[in-house]
């Protein structure tokens, strides 16, 4: 069976840092192109990064550019979420997903909430 | 950037009545090279993370009821469910895979009338 458990969400201040996690199993993690997906309460989803099979590559949306740093441990089974400087609008759960090149994503986490607040 | 508008926003519709969800997009999604639209959609319902329905615009993932259908090339893209269930009570998100930053619909909010 397929899971990807995310982790190492709560509340921090602004400006603060946090570091999530993602640990998958059921499949081949090492192979896998994985992505960062963001959605504040009550709100729609937005993609955030993503990061080759090897690492060697990543992209961000602009609004965390410079902020956050996506990563992966294949030892591990493990894709990570780095987050600095954050502010009250990356208040959201954040999801990790797993994509099936080239459709889509086909396996979620079930997300962690991230607040950012004083 | 690309961006996605779904239309309604919002959507009531009666046990075993059509349901119709539209995207667009405000430049192609059609890979030349292979002839497919990157276009993705997924069902959302409450406290749960998303679930691909299609793929390719058209293509049911699966384990999906046939009563979910995709249609569209280019920009315009549709969601059918051809008989609501109970089940299908969801927010309903379209999807490009085309090219970074991979931008979603705002989301379409499906009830029972």
């Known amino acids: 069976e397929v899971q990807l458990v995310e982790s190492g969400g709560g509340l921090v201040q602004p400006g603060g840092s946090l570091r999530l996690s993602c640990v998958a199993s059921g499949f081949t993690f090492s192979s896998s192109w994985m992505h960062w997906v963001r959605q504040a309460p009550g709100k729609g989803l937005v993609w955030v990064s993503r990061i080759n099979t090897d690492g060697s590559s990543t992209i961000y949306a602009d609004s965390v550019k410079g902020r956050f740093t996506i990563s992966r441990d294949n030892a591990k089974n493990t894709l990570y979420l780095e987050m600095t400087s954050l502010r009250a609008e990356d208040t959201a759960v954040y999801f990790c997903a797993s994509v099936r090149i080239p459709v889509g994503y086909d396996y979620w986490g079930q997300g962690t909430l991230v607040t950012v607040s004083s | 950037d690309i961006v996605m508008t779904q239309s309604p926003d919002s959507l009531a519709v009666s046990l075993g009545e059509r349901a119709t969800i539209s995207c667009k997009s405000s430049q192609s999604v059609l890979y030349s090279s292979n002839n497919k639209n990157y276009l993705t959609w997924y069902q959302q319902k409450p406290g749960q993370p998303p679930k691909l329905l299609i793929y390719?615009?058209?293509t049911r993932e699966s384990g999906v009821p046939d009563r979910f259908s995709g249609s569209g090339s280019g920009t315009d893209f549709t969601l059918t469910i051809s008989s609501l269930q109970a089940e299908d009570v969801a927010v309903y998100y379209c999807?490009?895979?085309?090219?970074?930053?991979?931008?979603f619909g705002q989301g379409t909010k499906l009830e029972i009338k």
């Open positions: 999807h490009q895979f085309y090219s970074a930053p991979y931008t």
């Open positions: 390719w615009a058209s």
